[in-house]
């Protein structure tokens, strides 16, 4: 909410948004002070999550004095970044949501060097675009803003014929031939395009990109996707299951040292609801403990 109204500098609501913002994360530094009152320090910093809440947090203070000494465009930035940080901690906290950022996450490290060749292949087709159609006359797909005149602006091109947008009517515009365009001795000084280039370049982009490169890419976060999402009825042990598990046991160890002794297990034992209450098998320990490896 505080990001569906753009942060202009010296604004009135600007300011409303920031001490609302302020508020909040006072809120979150009162949240990490009780956890690690509850959880001790050792405990807190056992979890990714609450490291990663400590992160956020800590940036939402320094965000905070940045604002009130410089109240500079780089202090609204830092505020834009602690608040969208923020967004990934309340993820976190949903299965649904959290299942689909270690999708994201893991298609993206598996998925590395097919994005990077893309990001190669593309550059490689920018450069040949604006040796090939840099001085093309504008027309109904190329103009001021979208045109081969340069590398960047052959990329951003690039990038929108990936989404499939007119990328046809961009390539018409690049075969463009007299009596529609000005005939010249050398390729400078005229504004006409090519028929047959034209035709080989955008056919071949478009077919790699987007039924080989990007194919490739959703059959990997089809896998990954796979990995994560399991359904409740099919699966030996959900992920309520092991929450449920995981909440039980910090009902015990208290001082969250992942170790309990025997005598508690029976007690875990009967507060286990669900799947793990009926299917967790019993065993009779004379002595030891008990380990939880989380």
């Given at each position: 909410?505080?990001?569906?109204?753009?942060?202009?500098?010296?604004?009135?609501?600007?300011?409303?948004?920031?001490?609302?913002?302020?508020?909040?994360?006072?809120?979150?530094?009162?949240?990490?002070?009780?956890?690690?009152?509850?959880?001790?320090?050792?405990?807190?910093?056992?979890?990714r999550?609450?490291?990663?809440?400590?992160?956020?947090?800590?940036?939402?203070?320094?965000?905070?004095?940045?604002?009130?000494?410089l109240?500079?465009?780089?202090?609204y930035?830092?505020?834009?970044?602690?608040?969208?940080?923020?967004f990934?901690?309340?993820?976190?906290?949903?299965?649904?949501?959290?299942?689909?950022?270690?999708t994201?996450?893991v298609?993206?490290?598996?998925?590395?060097?097919?994005?990077?060749?893309?990001?190669?292949?593309?550059?490689?087709?920018?450069?040949?675009?604006?040796?090939?159609?840099?001085?093309?006359?504008?027309?109904?797909?190329?103009?001021?803003?979208?045109?081969?005149?340069?590398?960047?602006?052959?990329?951003?091109?690039?990038?929108?014929?990936?989404?499939?947008?007119?990328?046809?009517?961009?390539?018409?515009?690049?075969m463009?031939?007299?009596?529609?365009?000005?005939?010249?001795?050398?390729?400078?000084?005229?504004?006409?395009?090519?028929?047959?280039?034209?035709?080989?370049?955008?056919?071949?982009?478009?077919?790699?990109?987007?039924?080989?490169?990007?194919?490739?890419?959703?059959?990997?976060?089809?896998?990954?996707?796979?990995?994560?999402?399991?359904?409740?009825?099919?699966?030996?042990?959900?992920?309520?299951?092991?929450?449920?598990?995981?909440?039980?046991?910090?009902?015990v160890?208290i001082?969250?040292?992942?170790?309990?002794?025997?005598?508690?297990?029976?007690?875990?034992?009967?507060?286990?609801?669900?799947?793990?209450?009926?299917?967790?098998?019993?065993?009779?320990?004379?002595?030891?403990?008990?380990?939880?490896?989380?």
């Amino acid at each position: 909410m505080l990001l569906s109204i753009t942060w202009i500098k010296n604004e009135v609501h600007t300011e409303r948004l920031v001490i609302v913002s302020t508020l909040l994360n006072f809120v979150f530094v009162i949240e990490v002070v009780m956890k690690n009152i509850a959880f001790t320090p050792r405990g807190y910093w056992q979890s990714r999550r609450n490291r990663y809440d400590l992160l956020v947090t800590v940036a939402g203070v320094v965000w905070i004095f940045l604002q009130t000494t410089l109240r500079s465009h780089l202090s609204y930035f830092l505020g834009f970044m602690v608040v969208i940080l923020r967004f990934f901690t309340i993820t976190g906290k949903h299965t649904t949501l959290k299942m689909l950022m270690l999708t994201v996450g893991v298609s993206v490290c598996k998925s590395f060097f097919i994005i990077f060749g893309m990001f190669l292949l593309v550059f490689f087709y920018a450069l040949a675009g604006t040796i090939l159609f840099g001085t093309v006359k504008y027309g109904e797909g190329i103009g001021r803003r979208a045109n081969f005149g340069s590398p960047v602006t052959g990329v951003a091109m690039l990038f929108r014929i990936v989404t499939g947008e007119d990328w046809n009517k961009i390539m018409h515009d690049c075969m463009v031939q007299p009596p529609y365009c000005t005939p010249a001795g050398n390729y400078w000084e005229t504004d006409c395009g090519n028929f047959t280039a034209s035709l080989i370049y955008f056919c071949t982009f478009y077919v790699i990109i987007t039924y080989i490169v990007l194919n490739l890419l959703v059959a990997i976060i089809m896998e990954n996707f796979s990995l994560f999402y399991s359904n409740e009825e099919d699966a030996l042990l959900s992920y309520a299951d092991i929450r449920n598990f995981q909440n039980t046991w910090n009902v015990v160890d208290i001082h969250q040292r992942g170790v309990i002794p025997v005598r508690r297990v029976k007690f875990i034992l009967r507060l286990l609801k669900g799947r793990l209450g009926h299917k967790m098998i019993h065993r009779t320990c004379n002595k030891g403990n008990f380990h939880y490896f989380r």
